[in-house]
């Protein structure tokens, strides 16, 4: 049931009372913000929020003060500090070793200085020729098989887990197990224990891949990072990190996009008709399906933000969802429109943080989605769209499996 935002008529000198956070979406818009987001930014996009564990903090909905948090370095990332916004979970550990979304400088710093270099735009468009060849594998073994197929485990996860291989250095050899291993982990039907056993199963590989890297570099990313000062144990941190960060986002990407489109057919007959639009139309999904849709940072001291002070100590969820909405930011925001220009989009978050890995996630869209629209030109869903299995609840969004299916020639 969709939470709507709890607030009491404010009587004179009276603050009105913390929201909560509204969850769930309204039925038959599955790509839509929980509405009470919206009712929230139209009414103020900086308001009080209690948290299930009884914090009094902040909600961010505005695109203007969202970024402003993003920017600014009084607010901290470390998990420690952050009270959750969805339920109450205890205090939260610190983030893992190489994991640098709780970070926060000199730490931070000192990581994605190494990385940044790793991730220039020329590196990722140098890969566009592998993307390419990888998307045509499965794209024949689709067309081979015929449909109805899962995209998500026919095409979707595929192409960013064999990228992340090409980009850590994965021997060739050991990408089907590599592979076995992240399915399991993302694959709905998947059970606990046998989760816990690839999860398991692809730290301990990531430790010996660091390891073989070290003693015998080769052209990839681990094996430049060896000759950095980073640990063994930062080495394989950094490693697990990057895959969790490359996988799951882009395959949701991928299939969610692909579902959106789908659902709009004028958007879809418009990019198959101007490949061109590819890029516009990614940024444009990017923003209208927001699938990292929230995150938290804590203030280290008092700031002053849109004529309100939050104090040390407090938290404050930032809903990108319902800033990639403002109609401030981007008119007639709840339109799926690929021939918007939507950059400054918040989906890849913004300031030091940003989604490191941005630029291989677009360029991976921007070759798989308008090649599974060309390939097979009456491409449909195989079941009916409230069907489709999606992933409301989850820190990111998506769809757990997308049946699709298409005229055979």
């Known amino acids: ?189 998947s059970d606990v224990r046998a989760m816990g056993e690839a999860m398991a199963a692809l730290g301990a590989y990531m430790g010996e891949l660091v390891a073989a890297k070290q003693a015998n570099p080769t052209d990839d990313l681990l094996s430049d990072l060896t000759t950095s000062d980073l640990t063994h144990e930062e080495l394989t941190g950094v490693g697990a990190f990057l895959l969790g960060a490359g996988l799951e986002t882009t395959a949701n990407m991928i299939s969610l996009g692909t579902f959106a489109l789908l659902s709009n057919p004028e958007q879809l007959a418009a990019l198959r008709a101007d490949p061109a639009l590819a890029p516009q139309a990614v940024e444009e999904l990017l923003r209208y399906l927001t699938i990292a849709h929230t995150t938290v940072k804590t203030a280290r001291e008092d700031v002053e933000l849109d004529d309100k002070v939050i104090r040390a100590g407090e938290s404050v969820t930032m809903s990108m969802e319902a800033a990639n909405r403002d109609p401030q930011r981007f008119p007639e925001p709840d339109a799926l429109d690929v021939h918007r220009k939507a950059s400054g989009h918040l989906a890849f978050g913004h300031g030091i943080h940003q989604c490191l890995g941005q630029q291989l996630a677009r360029v991976e869209m921007q070759v798989a989605l308008p090649a599974l629209l060309n390939r097979f030109p009456t491409l449909r869903l195989a079941v009916p769209a409230d069907e489709v299995p999606l992933r409301t609840a989850a820190s990111i969004l998506g769809a757990h499996s997308l049946p699709v299916t298409w005229d055979g020639v």
């Open 1 to 189: 049931m969709q939470n709507e935002p709890t607030a009491c008529p404010a009587g004179r000198g009276t603050a009105p009372e913390p929201v909560t956070i509204p969850t769930g979406r309204a039925s038959g818009c599955p790509f839509d913000p929980a509405a009470g987001l919206g009712a929230l930014r139209e009414r103020d996009p900086l308001v009080r929020m209690r948290y299930p564990d009884g914090h009094v903090g902040w909600l961010a909905t505005g695109y203007a003060t969202v970024r402003s948090i993003f920017a600014d370095s009084r607010f901290s990332s470390r998990y420690e500090l952050l009270h959750y916004p969805f339920a109450d979970i205890g205090e939260l550990p610190p983030a893992p070793v190489g994991d640098m979304t709780g970070m926060d400088a000199p730490e931070h710093t000192r990581f994605r200085k190494l990385l940044i270099s790793k991730f220039t735009v020329r590196r990722m468009r140098e890969l566009t020729a592998r993307v390419e060849e990888i998307t045509t594998e499965y794209l024949d073994a689709m067309e081979r098989k015929g449909g109805p197929v899962d995209l998500v485990e026919a095409f979707a996860q595929p192409i960013p887990a064999l990228m992340i291989c090409e980009l850590l250095g994965v021997p060739s050899v050991d990408r089907d197990r590599f592979q076995r291993w992240t399915t399991t982990m993302t694959t709905q039907s």
